[in-house]
Structures are given as structure tokens and as C-alpha cells.
């Protein structure tokens, strides 16, 4: 449906705006989480990992 396929969108821009804080930035988890319109750190983290078969600290630590 076409709800779907904008809600997947908006997490494909989400998610990848969140890598690249993660990558380029110092930023805390949960601030990056908030910044990409996420409240629920929990939730953040699960469709992160979901998203990218690793957690936002691995996907960082994996940057440095």
C-alpha cells in the first residue's frame, strides 16, 4: 500500500541520517535517536539494528 511504502521511505531517510551522525559526529546515542525524530530510544535501537544487522555503538565503534 502506498502508506507502506512512504513509511518505509521515511525510515530509509531516518536510518540513514542516523548512520551518518554516528559516523561523522560525537553525539550521543539517544540525541541522535531524538534527532532523527525517534523519542523512544528502545524502539530507535531496534529498527537501527533491524535496519542495518548492527547497533548504533557497533556501528560507530566500527567507524573509528
Do not use: W
Not at 518505509?8 to 531516518?14: I, K, L
Not at 559526529?25 to 540525541?31: E, F
Not at 524502539?43 to 542495518?52: A, C, M, P, Q, S
Amino acid at each position: 500500500s502506498e502508506m507502506c511504502i512512504r513509511d518505509r521511505y521515511v525510515t530509509d531517510v531516518r536510518m540513514k541520517y542516523a548512520q551518518q551522525l554516528l559516523e561523522q559526529t560525537t553525539l550521543p546515542v539517544k540525541q541522535i535517536a531524538n534527532q532523527t525524530g525517534y523519542e523512544n530510544i528502545s524502539h530507535f535501537y531496534h529498527l537501527f539494528e533491524d535496519y542495518f544487522g548492527k547497533t548504533p555503538s557497533k556501528m560507530r565503534e566500527d567507524t573509528l
